[in-house]
């Protein structure tokens, strides 16, 4: 069965510094794609990065790039240069591609951003 | 922005009574789900829809039904509403893709249902 986990319910890091949030995926379908989401204390979902099953290379935006490794099904997510504003709640997502896209999501990270 | 709307945004109701939530989208995406949103469960999915009256379970559907009559608008139904139900629930969007999942979700801003 299709099933995301984030292990990390909640993580600090000092500003400017590197963090790495995790996410472990379950499925047993080739094509699939993980994505990752932000969720400020605002409520609203910020899409930030997707990543497909077949690309071999890591995507990145910007400051965010997904760590992907594909045979051990994780997906973690690189934050460089942490910033005050990138405090907030992180949730890993994956879609599976048999037509109906059904889209599932972790329990989230929230990330903390200390001066 | 995603042209994505949902009604009420605010709700409570008493244990019981039925309560309709609206998704209504002006993009014509074909994808359309339904999350409620707890403390410690993330987003869990509870009815999504791949196309006009084409709708299927997610993770927690029990208590739950839709209904997808034109492309535009997905309705939550809580048959009868009950404590449990009392969350944020999001409705979000999302077109068909190159290639697979590589179109991201639009998320609505979320409604705050309280049943007492």
């Known amino acids: 069965a299709q099933k995301i986990t984030q292990t990390q319910p909640g993580m600090f890091v000092q500003e400017k510094e590197a963090v790495t949030l995790d996410c472990t995926y379950d499925?047993?379908?080739?094509?699939?794609?993980l994505f990752w989401y932000k969720q400020p204390s605002s409520g609203e979902m910020i899409f930030l990065i997707y990543?497909?099953?077949?690309?071999?290379q890591n995507a990145t935006e910007g400051r965010y790039s997904l760590n992907f490794q594909k045979a051990r099904k994780s997906a973690n997510l690189v934050i460089s240069a942490s910033q005050l504003g990138d405090s907030a709640m992180y949730f890993c997502a994956m879609r599976e591609g048999r037509g109906t896209d059904k889209l599932i999501f972790g329990t989230g990270t929230r990330l903390q951003v200390f001066p | 922005d995603a042209g994505i709307t949902q009604s009420p945004r605010h709700k409570v109701t008493e244990t019981g009574t039925p309560v309709t939530l609206r998704c209504h989208q002006t993009e014509n995406h074909r994808y359309m789900y339904w999350y409620r949103q707890d403390p410690g469960h993330g987003l869990r999915l509870i009815h999504y829809?791949?196309?006009?009256?084409?709708?299927d379970k997610g993770e927690v559907s029990d208590g739950y039904s839709v209904s997808r009559s034109k492309t535009e608008d997905f309705l939550l139904t809580l048959e009868s509403a009950t404590s449990s139900q009392t969350s944020v629930y999001f409705c979000?969007?999302?077109?068909?893709?190159?290639?697979?999942?590589?179109?991201?979700?639009?998320f609505g801003q979320g409604t705050r249902l309280t049943v007492v």
């Open positions: 499925t047993s379908d080739q094509s699939y794609g």
């Open positions: 990543q497909g099953s077949y690309d071999e």
């Open positions: 979000a969007i999302s077109d068909v893709g190159g290639f697979v999942g590589n179109t991201e979700a639009f």
């Open positions: 829809s791949y196309g006009v009256k084409d709708t």
